[in-house]
């Protein structure tokens, strides 16, 4: 079974704040990537990452940054958190061509306030 | 840019009624996929539609891909409680393995 594993569900930070989210996954996969979904909005893809190292900005890529070191992990970083990006942000990994590399496994989500 | 509508956007029907999401495509789709997402929860995906025409059944959900591959549909016969979430189509972006996801249709059933 994939698992996707995010370091907290709920956080609380203030604005200006640089706030780190790690994800991790098992099953050596090699596209990895960051959502935010909000009420109306569904899922808007933030950062994806098809290796480590390597990334590439989704539709809403402003005020975030990534990084991935290592194959498993990948981080997305608010420079300074703003209140806009109050938030629940998902992060999901997949498969590469030969296996369906649209299934996403998702992550249970982390709830960003930003005060 | 590439953009996929669903609708409606929310239903609330009573325990043994049907139900379907719509979802339509600004492009034509090579593939379409559908995830489901229960309060509090993830989304987990449910199905891939590749072909034309496609039809595909899991047990009282039914997929469609439209023959133009720009619309798709999930119906589900006789809901139950259980088939409370949001549910979300999602279509390939045109290069890369990644989706540009529908806003969902949010499901609620009485019993």
């Known amino acids: 079974d994939v698992k996707v594993t995010q370091s907290s569900r709920y956080l609380v930070k203030r604005t200006g704040e640089k706030v780190f989210l790690e994800c991790v996954q098992d099953m050596d996969h090699e596209n990895m990537f960051w959502y935010r979904q909000d009420p109306g909005l569904g899922l808007r893809l933030i950062y994806f990452?098809?290796?480590?190292?390597?990334?590439e900005k989704g539709d809403i890529p402003e005020g975030y940054s990534v990084s991935r070191e290592k194959k498993e992990r990948f981080s997305l970083i608010l420079e300074s958190a703003s209140t806009n990006q109050t938030s629940m942000y998902l992060c999901?990994?997949?498969?590469?061509?030969?296996?369906?590399?649209?299934?996403?496994?998702f992550g249970p989500g982390t709830r960003l306030t930003v005060t | 840019g590439q953009q996929v509508m669903q609708i409606p956007q929310y239903q609330h029907v009573q325990e043994g009624e049907d139900f379907t999401t719509y979802c339509n495509s600004s492009t034509t789709l090579s593939n379409i996929q559908w995830y489901k997402q229960r309060p509090g929860g993830h989304p987990v995906f449910l199905i891939q539609l590749v072909k034309s025409g496609e039809v595909k059944k899991q047990k009282r959900l039914t997929f469609q891909f439209g023959e133009a591959k720009k619309n798709s549909s999930l119906h589900i016969t006789a809901t139950q409680t259980t088939d409370v979430g949001t549910y979300f189509c999602a279509g390939p972006i045109e290069y890369g393995n990644k989706l540009v996801f529908g806003a969902g249709t949010i499901l609620r059933v009485k019993s």
């Open positions: 999901a990994s997949s498969a590469p061509e030969g296996q369906n590399p649209y299934e996403q496994y």
């Open positions: 990452s098809y290796d480590v190292k390597m990334k």
